[in-house]
């Protein structure tokens, strides 16, 4: 694929302007009586995320024909392009649906596998984090804030957050309360919203289970060209084939105790 790569320009260029796409296609729905239908893992979707979705596809594949794209509400198309998009057209439907500005857009990028440029996108508050492997993350917004995680070398002084505690069942609930009991405080809610917080330094630690390649991808670069670092929960980088649970830090040296109460050796 001559010419294609991480850094060729062309794949920044068409990620920003399916962002802005996205956009334009997602705020007239916001806070209306957009109905939603319940999909086989009772997740809710709505018109919003599939016509945004569709109009990401169509862009990308207009302007980079020779790339994949998986999305999580239209599948795989190119299967065997060794770039590939991945798509999360409304990540936080739910809180879509209730009027809440925590949900975003999520435009990742794989490399055969590995994650090289991620952008979260908040259609309604203008905010848009940027990541590129090997590059400092870059924050857009008319609400200021500045690109960078905080130095957070305890978990007792560390806040955790987590988007719903319906994640957590069995064993992995019995992990994530041993975690809660380590930090500081733990909030809820906030979907990819709350890691594009960690990369500001507002948040320290994420937990997470039932994660989908979609969830995940465009948050790796942002998260770690801000100086954090996203493993599953027993520290490992994460693949497409990983098993749902994503750990998120801003302060690197947080993985290995974080991992320590969360993963237990099968």
């Known amino acids: ?20 796409l996205a956009r334009t296609v997602i705020r007239p729905y916001f806070r209306t009586a957009v109905a939603a239908d319940v999909k086989d893992d009772e997740s809710p979707v709505t018109v919003a995320d599939r016509a945004a979705e569709q109009a990401m596809r169509a862009l990308l594949s207009e302007r980079l024909p020779e790339t994949g794209i998986l999305g999580e509400e239209f ?19 739910r809180a879509f649906l209730t009027g809440r500005p925590t949900f975003g857009t999520l435009i990742g990028l794989l490399d055969d596998g590995v994650p090289v440029l991620g952008i979260i996108d908040q259609p309604i508050t203008g905010e848009r984090w940027i990541g590129q492997a090997g590059q400092p ?34 064993d992995s609930a019995q992990r994530f309360a041993a975690l809660q009991d380590a930090v500081a405080r733990t909030s809820w809610g906030g979907d990819c919203y709350a890691y594009g917080l960690l990369a500001l330094g507002q948040i320290d630690i994420i937990a997470e289970r039932t994660m989908k390649v979609w969830d995940w991808t465009a948050l790796v670069p942002v998260i770690e060209g801000a100086g954090g670092r996203v493993t599953d929960w027993a520290g490992r980088r994460l693949r497409p084939d990983s098993d749902g649970s994503v750990l998120a830090v801003g302060d690197p040296s947080l993985t290995a105790p974080a991992a320590a109460l969360l993963h237990v050796a099968r």
């Open 1 to 20: 694929m001559t010419g294609t790569g991480p850094a060729d320009p062309r794949l920044l260029a068409a990620a920003l302007a399916a962002a802005d």
């Open 75 to 93: 599948g795989l198309d190119r299967p065997d392009a060794r770039l590939r998009w991945v798509l999360d057209p409304i990540d936080g439907t």
């Open 137 to 170: 993350t870059r924050f857009d917004a008319p609400l200021g804030g500045m690109p960078g995680t905080r130095a957070c070398a305890s978990l007792g002084r560390a806040e955790l957050s987590c988007t719903d505690p319906a994640m957590m069942r069995g």
